[in-house]
C-alpha cells in the first residue's frame, strides 16, 4: 500500500523520531486534518524533543513550548490572548505525551478541561517515559518493564483510566483513536475542531525502543491493542453519551503481549491475568455505551 | 483627586489603567484581594481583560506567558508559598524573554505556616532573571505596574513588582488614580515584534544546544544590563508627565550623612520619621530606600554610600548561612572599592514581626555607639 500523499505537509522529514514511532504518524495526519489555522502547544515530551533543535524546526506550525505540567494551562493562556484579538477561528491544539498528561500534567489539564476551555489536547501515550529512557508512568500497563520496573519488580498497577477521569469533566468531546484506523482518527481530529470547548484526544502511540518490538510492526501493534479489546476505540460526548467506533474481533491478548520485549517477562498465569482484566474492563465500557443509548434524553 | 484606598486596590487600577488582556488568577494570601477586585473589574466591564480563574500558581505563569506569546499584555498577582510554586515557570517566563508584569505580596515562606511580611520569598527568585522593584506606597504600587509595562515592554524581560505583605497590601492611604488618557498616552499598546502567529509560523522554546543556549542567555544578560538604564528613563518620564518620582535607589538626607539605613519595602516609612527625629537633634542620620533590586544598582548604591562612615543594613530576609541579603549584595557592591563604610548587618521584621520607630532607634544607637560591626548580623526581636 502506498502511502497517502498531502497537498500540504506541517510534519517535515528531518524531525528526531525513532525509525517505527508512532508520532510522526500521528501529527502528520492530525496536522493536516486541522490545517495552517493552527498553533500548537506542546511540553517536554518525544514530541517535544523531536521538534527540532534551534534553529531549525521540521514544524511549520505556530509552535509554543511550556514547562512540563502546563500544556493545559499554557494552551488557555493562548486561547485567552486570541478571543481578545477575536480571533475564534484559529484551532489551539495542545500536545504531550502521557507522563505530561497522566501524571505531571494532570492538574492543568484538568483545570483547563473543568473551565471547558476551547482547546483540543491530543495525548499520544507511549505508556512510559519514553524520551527519557522507558521509565514507568501511571499509563504504563499492568506487567509491563520498564527500566524502572525490572524484571523483579514489573508494574503491579493497571494503566490510569485517563478516559474515565476526562469522561468525569463532563466535557463536550473525548475519543479514542489508533494509527492502524486512520479515517477514525481523522474524522475525530475534524470532528473536535468543529466543536467549541474542551476536546480530548487520545492516541495510543507504539514505541519499538520502549516496548521492544521491531520497527516494522508499529501499525500492526496498534491495529491488534484495538481487536485484543486493549485500546478500544470509542467516543464520549458531554461525559455521558458513549459510542463505539470498531466492533471488537475477540482477538487473544496474548497475540498483542507477545509481540512485545515489555511484556516477555509474563508467565502463562500473569497472561491469564491480564486476559481477565482486559475483558473486565471491556464489560465496563460496554455497560457506559448500552446504557447512554437508552437511559438519557 | 486622591481617594482612599488599599496598596492591593492601588494595584488593580494600575493594571486596568495599563490595559491588562489577559489576567490569569489564583488566590493567596495577601495577594487575594487584588484578584478578587480585578475580577469584578472584569465583570462589570471597567477592566477589559479576559479573566481566567486557573487551578494554581504554576497554571497562573504557565497560562499568562502563553497569553503573552500569542500577543497580549499580561498580568498575573502571587505571594510566598504561590512564587515559590511558580518557580520553574518564573525561569521559563524570563528565558522566554516575556514581558508579563506580576506583582508579589511579600509574605514568609513557610514552614512553619506564615501569612505575615517577609522578603525571603521574592528575594529566592533573584536569580531567574525578573527584574525587582520594591514599593513604599499604595501610590508607587500603582504607579510602579504602569512602568512595569513600559519597562518590560521595552527590554523584553518580565517584572516583579514587590509589595510588602498587610503593610502595604492591606493598608489604606490617599492614592492619585491617573486619568485613562494620560496613561494612554505614557503607555502605547503593547505590539510585540515576535509571537504565535498562524500567518507567520515560527517554533518558540525549542531545545537550544550548548552552542547556542549560552547567546540566549548572553542576550538576557544585556537585556538586563540595559534595564538598568531603561528603570531610570521610564520613571524620569513618569515624573515629567505624572509628578512623581521615585529613583532605583530612593534616598533622603543621604548627602551629608554619617550613618545611613538601607532597606526595602515600606520598613522606609517608618525609618524616615525616626531619622527626621534625628535630624532635629544634629545627628547626620540618612536613608537609602532599594527600591531596584534587580537588575542590582551598585554603582548608584556605592555612589550614595561612600560619602558614609557608617551604614546600618536592614535586612527583612535571611540567607541562612550567609546573612542578610541586601547586606551580602552590597558588600559585593563595594569590592575593590578604596573608600568603604563600615556595613552594619541587622535582621528584622521577619515574618510580620513589627519593625517600629523603637526598633529602628535601637538600630541607629548601635551602629552610632560601635566603631564596626562585631561578628555576623544581629538578629532584631528575637525573644530570649
Known amino acids: 500500500m502506498k502511502a497517502k500523499e498531502f497537498d500540504k505537509e506541517y510534519l517535515y522529514s528531518g524531525h528526531g523520531c525513532c525509525p517505527g514511532c508512532g508520532i510522526p504518524i500521528i ?15 506542546t511540553t517536554a515530551s518525544c514530541f517535544g524533543t523531536i521538534a527540532g533543535v534551534f534553529p531549525v524546526s521540521p514544524l511549520k506550525l505556530a509552535t509554543y513550548h511550556t514547562a512540563f505540567a502546563s500544556t493545559g494551562a499554557a494552551a488557555s493562556g493562548i486561547r485567552a490572548a486570541l478571543d481578545m484579538k477575536g480571533d475564534s477561528k484559529t484551532t489551539v491544539l495542545a500536545i504531550s505525551g502521557d507522563g505530561g498528561c497522566f501524571d505531571i500534567g494532570i492538574q492543568s489539564i484538568s483545570g483547563a478541561a473543568e473551565r471547558n476551555e476551547d482547546i483540543i489536547y491530543l495525548c499520544y501515550d507511549n505508556e512510559a517515559y519514553m524520551n527519557t529512557g522507558i521509565q514507568r508512568s501511571s499509563a504504563t500497563p499492568w506487567g509491563a518493564w520498564t527500566t524502572t520496573t525490572p524484571p523483579l519488580n514489573l508494574k503491579t498497577q493497571p494503566k490510569k483510566d485517563i478516559m474515565q477521569i476526562m469522561a468525569a469533566h463532563y466535557i463536550p468531546y ?8 486512520m479515517d477514525d482518527l481523522i474524522r475525530k481530529i475534524k470532528k473536535a475542531k468543529e466543536i467549541r470547548g474542551f476536546k480530548f484526544i487520545h492516541i495510543v502511540s507504539p514505541c519499538p525502543v520502549g516496548w521492544r518490538f521491531s520497527s516494522e510492526l508499529s501499525v500492526r501493534i496498534a491495529r491488534l491493542a484495538v481487536q485484543t479489546n486493549l485500546f478500544p476505540l470509542y467516543e464520549v460526548e458531554e461525559g455521558e453519551r458513549y459510542s463505539l467506533n470498531e466492533e471488537p474481533e475477540k482477538i487473544p491478548v496474548e497475540e498483542y503481549l507477545k509481540l512485545q520485549g515489555r511484556f516477555a517477562f509474563l508467565h502463562k498465569e500473569d497472561i491469564e491475568q491480564v486476559q481477565k482484566n482486559v475483558d473486565r474492563e471491556w464489560k465496563r465500557l460496554k455497560l457506559r455505551i448500552d446504557q447512554s443509548s437508552f437511559s438519557l434524553t | 483627586m486622591k481617594k482612599i484606598m ?22 493567596i494570601t495577601p495577594q487575594t484581594t487584588i484578584i478578587e477586585e480585578l475580577s469584578e473589574m472584569c465583570a462589570d466591564g471597567r477592566c477589559k481583560a479576559k479573566y481566567i480563574r486557573v487551578e494554581s500558581e504554576h497554571s497562573a505563569l504557565a497560562c499568562a506567558a502563553a497569553a503573552s506569546i500569542t500577543g497580549a499584555r499580561v ?71 504602569i512602568q512595569a ?47 504565535l502567529d498562524t500567518n507567520d509560523p515560527h517554533c518558540f522554546n525549542m531545545t537550544a544546544d550548548p552552542s547556542t543556549f549560552i547567546l540566549f542567555r548572553h542576550k538576557a544578560k544585556n537585556a538586563m544590563d540595559e534595564a538598568r ?6 520613571d524620569r518620564e513618569f515624573k515629567a508627565q505624572f509628578g512623581r518620582g521615585y529613583g532605583v535607589i530612593d534616598t533622603m538626607n543621604c548627602s551629608d550623612a554619617d550613618v545611613i539605613i538601607v532597606t526595602m519595602g ?32 551598585s554603582s548608584e548604591l556605592v555612589n550614595v554610600l561612600s560619602g558614609a562612615k557608617k551604614i546600618a543594613v536592614l535586612d527583612r530576609n535571611n540567607s541562612l548561612g550567609s546573612g542578610g541579603i541586601v547586606a551580602q549584595e552590597i558588600k559585593a557592591a563595594f569590592y575593590g572599592k578604596s573608600e568603604k563604610p563600615q556595613l552594619f548587618e541587622f535582621v528584622a521584621g521577619i515574618a510580620g514581626r513589627d519593625i517600629t520607630m523603637g526598633l529602628i532607634a535601637e538600630i541607629i544607637e548601635h551602629t552610632l555607639n560601635n566603631e564596626k560591626p562585631v561578628g555576623e548580623s544581629i538578629w532584631m526581636g528575637v525573644q530570649e
Open chain 1, 27 to 41: 501529527m502528520r495526519n492530525v496536522f493536516h486534518a486541522l490545517g495552517d489555522q493552527t498553533i500548537v502547544a
Open chain 1, 174 to 181: 473525548i475519543a479514542t483513536a489508533s494509527i492502524a484506523y
Open chain 2, 6 to 27: 488599599t496598596g492591593n486596590t492601588a494595584i488593580t487600577h494600575g493594571v486596568t489603567l495599563s490595559r491588562a488582556e489577559v489576567i490569569p488568577a489564583y488566590p
Open chain 2, 75 to 145: 498580568f498575573t498577582a502571587t505571594s510566598s508559598q504561590g512564587l515559590a510554586y511558580m518557580h520553574e515557570m518564573i525561569h521559563w517566563t524570563a528565558g522566554s524573554r516575556l514581558p508579563v508584569v506580576m506583582v508579589n505580596a511579600n509574605r514568609a515562606m513557610g514552614s512553619p505556616w506564615s501569612i505575615w511580611c517577609d522578603h525571603n520569598d521574592s528575594l529566592s527568585q533573584r536569580d531567574t532573571g525578573w527584574l525587582q522593584i520594591y514599593c513604599e506606597s499604595a501610590q508607587e504600587a500603582l504607579d510602579t505596574i
Open chain 2, 149 to 195: 509595562y513600559r519597562i518590560s515592554e521595552t527590554v523584553l524581560l518580565p517584572v516583579m513588582v514587590l509589595i510588602d505583605g498587610f503593610f502595604l497590601s492591606h493598608t489604606s492611604e490617599p492614592v492619585d488614580v491617573p486619568e485613562q488618557k494620560i496613561v494612554d498616552s505614557f503607555l502605547p499598546p503593547y505590539n510585540p515584534k515576535y509571537k
Open chain 2, 229 to 234: 538604564e531603561v528603570v531610570s528613563q521610564v
Open chain 2, 266 to 297: 515600606t520598613a522606609a516609612g517608618t525609618a524616615r520619621e525616626v531619622i527626621e527625629d534625628y535630624r532635629k537633634q544634629g545627628q547626620k542620620v540618612g536613608l537609602c530606600r532599594l527600591r531596584m533590586f534587580r537588575p542590582f544598582p
